[in-house]
């Protein structure tokens, strides 16, 4: 049989008012009675209705988070930590956070919203897929605040939070330039996407504004893997003979490096390269591979405070806010 309120009152030998004071902390009781209740309630394992509290408060302090992790992708360290940054701001606010993977699928994301909804959230975090997002209108109309990281969403407008990927990319590139590379050899995960969308523009604004030409045939785009990475590298090498490498994202930076080291190419006397994102093996490679780095952890709590900001009524127009990327130039080039 299912202990009720009235149960736990009458152990306390309280009101039920009392006892939904003590539950929800609406009104001052004394610390006597306060330890009656809680004992009585833990000795009747009486847990509160979470989901009655929230109807009649119209508030559940919970928010969502849907992000595209894949098994094959080391991209799941940076969804991770922006979760971490999101988890640790939300927390000094009173507020917990449902994860959730979206899987880079459309369907699921669309799963994931609808279940959401149940949830009565407060708010939602998402990086959303490449596809199109005007569904979201009917979906989520404005029953609750949504703040974008990594990605701006096609269709549908909202507040943004994304890393400066063209400036990032455009660095690194610029850098090799300088150091004399001419024919500098491009590979990247599948365009549509924010992050891949800029960090190709700014590969090529880098090339136009130090007075090249942008050859594509120097361009490898293709699925995000460990495999595409290593024969995209040997491609690029072995028959365009490029002489430095930028690597638009971490799981194909990784491929390269493995093709060059299996080839016995030194680097970076006769290749160089930059890839995409700080990770722990980057720094261990022989020569430490120089990166452009992201804060995906500081991504994370400017999210979580954009969104506690528009929860709050204290933001009025939608913003896009870019957290800087930095060059970290090691032994590769």
Known sequence: MRVTIRDVAKKANVSVATVSHVI?????VSEDLRRKVLQAMKELNYVPNSVAKRLRS???????LIVPMLPDDTSSF?????????????????YSLLLSNSYEQLEREKELIKLFNTQMI???????????????HEMIGNNYPIVFIDRIPKGFSSDCVLSDNFKGSYEAVYTLIKKGHKKI?????????????????GYKRAIIDNNLEVVYSLIRIGEAN????????????????????FVANNVMANGTVKYLYDSNIKVPEQ??????DDYQWTSVTNPPLSVVKQYPYEMGVKAAEVLLNRINR?????????LPTELIVRGTC
């Open 58 to 64: 119209k508030k559940s302090n919970i928010i969502g």
């Open 314 to 322: 204290k933001s009025t127009k939608y913003g896009e806010y870019r």
């Open 271 to 276: 290749i160089a390269i930059i890839g995409y």
């Open 122 to 136: 407060d708010g939602l975090i998402i990086a959303p897929t490449k596809d199109e997002h005007s569904f979201m």
């Open 78 to 94: 940076f969804f991770i930590s922006v979760a971490q940054g999101i988890e640790n701001t939300l927390k000094k606010y009173g």
């Open 185 to 201: 050899g491009f590979i990247s995960g599948p365009l549509g996407i924010t992050t891949s969308d800029e960090r190709i523009e």
């Open 24 to 28: 929800n902390n609406s009104k001052y």
């Open 226 to 245: 460990f495999n595409n990475g290593y024969e995209f590298a040997k491609e690029l090498v072995e028959k365009e003979g490029v002489t430095a490498l």
